[in-house]
């Protein structure tokens, strides 16, 4: 993560987002070399399993360190083992450091109490699990990406003393944020259903239990906008050193999430849940937005005005288009393996296409500009 950090700060962004690929690398070599012997008779994972496993993530973390440490040479940041020098400097980030080291635990308070309520329903966490995979694709790809760039280019023109382009800056960001979550969200929650089967129905997992997941991530993805949107925004009090705003705000989306939770898991069960986590996206941001407005930290431009209804005419046509498209592709989607995947690979790619096409008819976005964004 330190290493990350300076890569990041220097604007080296690809490096450090490619660590996390080596872990994924190493697990599955080892599951398809390793881990299968150690199976039992009835077809589950045996202790051994576990161990095997265990030792891949550790390998996997060494391998990370060495492959970021290479990288942070190479641009002349040489990692050494200095004695501890608590200069004023220093405390001074320890102190920001606190608020940021609990609210980074936000989401893992809320999927603790998510699981803690999921019990009571049999196989609701499961459930919760696989749709939480799926939600979490965009949101790392698309919210993580856009805060990686954001912070470190805010802050250098807020220390630049460039207000101007700070604020272009930050506008850009949440139009773009925007122009890639609505789809995403709007994808996931549409054409659930058919995701969810090519991907997971197999061997004990059912019709009935995509259809079972697919309720889930329809109702998590609601809050994927949010999800994405508060990534920026939180950036924009992170530039100007202050962290205990956007802790505070993720302390009341816990608190907004837990009463969601519970007031709707008697009537709908772990869909409630999941329309918890989308509900508490969209208080924190809501929180965001307009504490960064009252103190003028964020002021949309005329062109964010002129963006977003385009945007989401949009994602309302690719809505309609993927739940017509869905129907004569039915039987595919039912088919074999490599039909089910070729069929899917259809309605997102077809549906990718005609959302691309749709911004640049409605002039959402500017052609060249949506090109060079494509192209980098």
């Not at 059912?206 to 939180?234: C, E, M, Q, R």
Request: proline residues 5%.
């Amino acid at each position: 993560a330190l290493q990350g950090g300076v890569l990041n700060a220097r604007g080296r962004f690809a490096d450090a987002a490619a660590a996390p690929i080596l872990l994924n690398v190493v697990m599955i070599i080892v599951l398809y070399t390793l881990v299968p012997p150690s199976f039992d008779a009835s077809g589950g994972v045996t202790a051994k399993s576990g161990e095997i496993l265990s030792i891949a993530v550790t390998v996997a973390g060494m391998l990370q360190f060495l492959w970021l440490a290479v990288t942070c040479q190479r641009t002349g940041m040489h990692l050494h083992l200095p004695w501890p020098n608590l200069s004023p400097a220093v405390k001074k980030v320890m102190i920001r450091m606190v608020p940021g080291l609990v609210g980074g635990g936000v989401n893992q308070i809320n999927l603790t109490v998510a699981t803690i309520l999921a019990t009571l329903q049999p196989h609701a966490v499961t459930y919760l699990y696989y749709s939480d995979r799926l939600y979490q694709l965009p949101l790392a790809l698309i919210g993580s990406a856009i805060r990686l760039v954001l912070l470190p280019s805010l802050t250098r023109a807020l220390r630049g003393r460039r207000p101007e382009e700070a604020m272009r800056i930050f506008n850009r960001a949440i139009e773009m944020g925007f122009f890639l979550s609505l789809p995403a969200a709007v994808a996931l929650t549409v054409a659930a259903a058919p995701i969810i089967s090519v991907l997971y129905e197999r061997g004990a997992f059912t019709h009935g239990d995509s259809i079972a997941v697919s309720y889930a991530l329809t109702a998590i993805a609601l809050g994927l906008p949010a999800y994405i949107l508060n990534k920026s925004l939180s950036a924009g009090f992170l530039a100007r050193e202050d962290t205990m705003t956007p802790f505070r705000f993720a302390m009341i989306g816990v608190a907004a999430d837990i009463a969601i939770s519970l007031s709707l898991f008697p009537f709908i069960h772990y869909i409630g849940i999941a329309l918890g986590t989308a509900g508490a996206a969209w208080v924190n941001c809501g929180l965001l937005y307009f504490t960064l407005r009252r103190r003028g930290y964020l002021v949309l431009d005329r062109r964010v005005f002129r963006t977003l209804p385009r945007l989401g005419l949009a994602a309302a046509v690719l809505g309609l288009a993927l739940w017509w498209g869905i129907k004569p592709l039915q039987a595919f989607l039912a088919g074999g393996e490599l039909v089910r995947m070729a069929a899917l690979a259809v309605l997102v790619g077809g549906g990718m296409a005609l959302y691309l096409a749709l911004v640049i008819a409605t002039g959402a976005i500017p052609r060249q500009e949506l090109m060079r964004f494509i192209r980098r």
